[in-house]
């Protein structure tokens, strides 16, 4: 990994230091140091400025810490419908319920409002629910849903859909298989008309059309999406670990960020 190895003897990052301040229950030592390492890490590889909103709720000390922005300091998520937060999973989906990151792109975007934008996230369970994993979605049809992503077949393999985009015209799919369909999970919009999908660093789908539009409404995390009179559509059998929004990361720096992610999962205590 291109970050370098550091403690808290050699000093505290001043944004771990902010991040750390913002806990109800102050954390132990060696979940302090691994909240230092992981903001080191992210700014020795360069991947710190590429973001611009991380949440990473597996490991988290509590519910109240797993709902903080490491990178916003004013910022917090906001549980809904009885979502729980799972130290070993992360956010659990329970059918009724979605986790808002109260993420406005004109607001709160920087490197998400360019053409190269990107969000991912470390999925830690995925079931057969068939809905959407994460995604932006605005009354019905489909007015702004820039990603979702669902398993339409699971028995064995699973078969992946990530959609840009539905509307009033057709939206763009990007159609792909897992064998497994837990790690971490990419979607970069890299101009206006072309989109990837990426699992573990590896490049699983592609799309090039039109439909490829700028995220402009909040994110939304276990939330499927709206099926005609049925309504929203939640997701009931998967989790996520983290969560990202900023600019589109490509392949070494996605296998980085999930390092990195990974060590504090490794490291951090469990409250």
Not at 68 to 95: C, E, H, M, Q, Y
Not at 134 to 163: K, M, W
Not at 216 to 242: K, T, V, W
Request: glycine share 10%; proline share 3%.
């Amino acid at each position: 990994m291109g970050a370098a190895a550091g403690s808290m003897r050699g000093g505290i990052d001043p944004d771990a230091a902010a991040f750390i301040a913002r806990f109800t229950v102050d954390p132990d030592y060696i979940r302090k140091n691994a909240i230092n390492q992981l903001f080191l890490s992210l700014k020795n590889s360069g991947i710190y400025n590429k973001l611009d909103s991380l949440y990473i709720a597996k490991k988290s000390q509590d519910t109240q810490s797993a709902l903080l922005d490491w990178k916003r300091p004013t910022k917090s998520a906001t549980l809904n419908g009885g979502i729980t937060v799972d130290s070993s999973l992360g956010f659990n989906g329970n059918g009724v319920g979605y986790v808002d990151i109260n993420f406005t792109p004109s607001v709160d975007g920087v490197k998400f409002t360019t053409n190269k934008a990107g969000l991912g996230c470390i999925v830690t369970k995925y079931g057969s629910s068939g809905n959407a994993l994460f995604g932006s979605f605005e009354e019905l049809p489909q007015d702004n849903r820039i990603a979702c992503f669902t398993d339409f077949y699971h028995n064995g393999v699973s078969y992946q859909i990530i959609a840009i985009n539905g509307g009033t015209t057709p939206e763009t799919t990007m159609t792909f298989t897992l064998a497994d369909p837990t790690g971490f999970l990419q979607l970069n919009r890299e101009t206006f008309n072309s989109a990837y999908t990426f699992m573990n660093g590896v490049q699983v789908a592609a799309s090039s059309d039109a439909l490829v539009r700028k995220l402009s409404s909040n994110p939304i995390l276990l939330l499927g999406e709206y099926r005609g009179s049925l309504g929203p559509q939640y997701m009931s059998d998967c989790s996520i670990g983290a969560f990202y929004l900023g600019d589109s990361l490509l392949t070494e720096d996605q296998h980085t960020l999930q390092e990195i992610l990974e060590t504090y999962f490794d490291t951090a205590s469990t409250g």
